[in-house]
């Protein structure tokens, strides 16, 4: 769906030119399931995103138009509460927040529609959550800072939406920055921009076409699970999250810890540990050695932490055998979505293809293949 397209379906409805704000999904390189343990990330925003166009109404009534589904939503703001449109409680979700903050918006009209996949684990949830935070707060002159939209957009989530996700996917939408990754300390929210230079090789997602609808029960579990290792850990050692732990404390207590629990802490030890130590590697342009870190959390991902499935498994392994793509995994919660893979420019149509008829023959669905650019964050059209 083009800007053009939303704005003109806006003005057929409404009338008046509308204010227009985008927000992109994202990609990460690696640092999974880290953020809600106060670890590090990589992320970076894509070209795909939402367009909202909106306008005020002059009363406190609120039409909502979801180009997407093809619905649309009516309330007052005087009556926030969430819908069982559930494409609704995203935004319904932010406004909640800015009340909560005790700050207030008027009557608005919308027309929003977007490009980024669903349930893909592209972030198409938190890209709705900012664009409408960003728009709210230009629209309303707010004056929230973007960290604060960031943290607002995350509760909205949580209280609306029933994920308890960490920052990472609406920190990566709002701060991205064009043709660079970066590395966000989940815990301080401090953050650095790498350029990213892949030189001969480029990011290609595999969408698997399974939606991952455990993925919402199983993530909140695995949030459960790694609190209660931090639970035994505190017993014996001054720290604060998983962030904190070493992996011989860890070790020292595994007889205390109940096996899936240990399984757990144990790869988001490692795997906090590993984003810090590929950083350094995409720094020094050891993208060879940067591939086998994805390949090892994935490996992680799957056998340790379990949110893998069987189709994201033989994409991953599809992709190792090829010989073209030097790392890939799974990428985001889990149970579905897509693949992220750095293919060999010059042989990223015999692996798209050659991958796509595999996975044919294995699940009888027809793979979706997306090569990836990077843009820059929320913005004003
Ligand atoms: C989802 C959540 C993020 C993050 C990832 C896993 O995308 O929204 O906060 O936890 O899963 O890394």
Redesign the pocket.
């Known amino acids: 769906m083009h800007v053009n397209d939303i704005k003109k379906k806006f003005i057929e409805n409404f009338n008046v030119n509308p204010s227009l704000f985008r927000s992109p999904g994202r990609v ?1 390189l690696i ?6 343990n106060d670890g590090f ?1 990589l992320p970076a925003a894509i070209d795909k995103e939402i367009v909202v166009a909106i306008s005020k109404s002059g009363s406190s009534k609120c039409k909502v138009f979801s180009v997407d589904m093809n619905e649309s939503i009516e309330f007052t703001t005087e009556e926030i509460q969430p819908s069982s449109k559930s494409w609704a409680n995203y935004f319904l979700g932010v406004i909640a927040q800015i009340n909560k903050k005790g700050r207030k918006i008027e009557g608005f009209n919308c027309v929003f529609g977007g490009n980024i996949p669903l349930g893909a ?1 592209l ?1 198409s ?2 890209a709705l959550e900012c664009v409408f935070a960003y728009a709210f707060n230009d629209l309303f002159k707010l004056q929230f800072e973007k960290e604060e939209m960031v943290k607002m957009a ?1 509760k909205a ?1 949580h209280e609306y939406a029933g ?1 308890k ?6 920190f990566a939408s709002m701060f991205g920055k064009s043709d660079h990754v970066f590395r966000l300390d989940c815990r301080s929210l401090e953050y650095v921009y790498f350029p990213l230079k892949l030189t001969d090789y480029e990011i290609v997602l595999c969408n698997t076409k399974v939606a991952h609808s455990l ?1 919402s029960s199983e ?1 909140n579990t695995r949030r459960q699970e790694c609190e209660t290792g931090v639970e035994i850990l505190t017993k014996h050692y001054d720290i604060q999250s998983l962030r904190d732990v070493a992996n011989g404390q860890l070790e020292s207590l595994k007889k205390e810890f109940d096996p899936i629990v240990y399984k757990r802490c144990s790869y988001v030890v490692n795997e906090i540990a590993r984003v810090i130590d590929s950083c350094e590697k995409l720094q020094s342009n050891d993208l060879i050695g940067f591939g086998q870190d994805m390949y090892q959390t994935h490996e992680g991902l799957s056998k340790n932490y379990e ?1 893998s499935c069987a189709e994201l498994d033989f994409l991953v392994d599809k992709a190792k055998e090829s010989g073209n793509v030097i790392g890939s995994r799974m ?4 149970f579905g979505g897509c693949t992220i893979n750095l293919v060999k420019k010059s042989e990223q149509d015999n692996f798209i293809n050659s991958v796509s008829e595999s996975y044919r023959k294995r699940f009888s669905i027809d793979m979706e293949a997306y090569v990836v650019n990077i843009q820059d964050g929320t913005s004003r059209i």
């Open positions: 990460n640092g999974e399931h880290t953020d809600y990330v684990g972030s949830s938190a995350q989530e994920v996700c960490g920052i990472m996917d609406q993925a993530y949110v990428m985001g919660g889990g």
